[in-house]
């Protein structure tokens, strides 16, 4: 009896001994600040380490570039189990980025993370993303997601499914059925990607336009539709809606009277302008109007069409079918 107890007592205390080296190494390679930590084998294979109150930091020479904290870890041979996760991700050259989370994964050896439950997303600009998983890409620095995805920011609301987001340069990329609902329009697409510091948006397949009523004037206009292949759009500043719009490939403008096509088509919103060129075409009931370029003022309804060296001004006016 008496060698039973001192074999358990012998094999209890290398289990602790062993879960203290452990600690003690993790704690060197990731910086780990541990207020109480007891050893138990647990939910993963091998020794695992509860910890409680962790903080990972990560750093370059310089400056620390990704702190993550729990309320509660399990520390295995390959893997970190994390619960109730506050993470910061700092940019060189841009505000930081807070995440939180109900739990994560974090792979001991890549550094790599998988984030889900709840995942939040918040940065100074202000810009705020809400999904159900991010993984995290350590060396690319990149975090990724393929579930639904919802952006708000003072521009308005951008949701889609699939989505890539650089931590240090803070561009955004919607891989499947983006859709932006902004104070001024609305706009679709297949693909999406937000330019950070260029003010910049860029959609990709099947783009398409729709410019609200509150942006229209009073001159009877009730909806414009664009459509296009390829839709760019530029903001003059921080926190200001795109001011500038160019749809290019296959362009269409529809409004309840006319459609407008040509090859290329530039929306100034402060003007309430539309310029379409290249091979430019209004057709409005049996009116064929034809140049190289056409302006249309939607806030006033009014309409100018030029010609070019080549290709010069033609309007064919038919008289209205009688009854």
Known sequence: MIRVVVAAFKYTLIAAIASMFFAIVYNQMYNVEVDIFSSEVGKQEGLVSKMY????????????????????????????????????FRPTDNSPLKLTANQALLDNNSRDAVFTGNVKVVSKRPFLLFTERLDWADEERMLKTTRRVRMESDEGVVTGRGLLLNVDTQDVTVLKTLKADMKRRIITGDRGEFLNQEKKMNVFGHAEMVQKEADLGAAGVESINIKSDKLEAWSASEGEEYETVVAEGNVRILTEKREITGDLTTVYTPEHKIVVTGNAVLLEETNDLRGEKIIYFYDRDDIIISGGEENRARMIIAPPKDD
Do not use: C, H, Q, Y
């Open 53 to 88: 109150r962790s903080v990972i930091t990560e750093k370059n020479p310089k400056d620390e570039i990704l702190k993550l904290s729990a309320l509660e870890s399990f520390v295995g041979d390959t893997v970190m189990e994390m619960k109730k996760i506050n993470a910061l």
